[in-house]
């Protein structure tokens, strides 16, 4: 049983910040991939950033150097820093963990970008 707590979602205005936090607890291999993942009203959820327990870290292109993904391996902790936010970026923000063909997500924090 793997579980994942979101955290740090809330409302900015445009060019504001908001970092994320994402601690998952349980059964959890050593090497997994943790991730964000967002899903706007009436849009699929699409990828944000992962990053590998190795620190490999990928992005997608609309959060390029905006965003920047990180994690605690001694906490099992992933963080997502969010600048310069857009009103595109407004969605529900999932944390995810994946390992041994298995796939876990959170509850979801919002994130609302608005003046």
């Known amino acids: 049983q793997v579980q994942l707590v979101e955290s740090g979602g809330g409302l900015v205005q445009p060019g504001g910040s908001l970092r994320l936090s994402c601690a998952a607890s349980?059964?959890?291999?050593?090497?997994?991939?943790m991730g964000w993942y967002r899903q706007a009203p009436g849009k699929e959820r699409e990828l944000v950033a992962t990053i590998t327990s190795g620190g490999t870290t990928n992005y997608a292109d609309t959060v390029k150097g905006r965003f920047t993904i990180s994690r605690d391996n001694a906490k099992n902790t992933v963080y997502l820093q969010m600048n310069s936010l857009k009103r595109e970026d407004t969605a529900v923000y999932y944390c995810?963990?994946?390992?041994?063909?298995?796939?876990?997500w959170g509850q979801g924090t919002q994130v609302t970008v608005s003046s």
């Open positions: 995810n963990i994946r390992f041994l063909g298995r796939n876990y």
């Open positions: 349980g059964s959890i291999f050593r090497i997994n991939v």
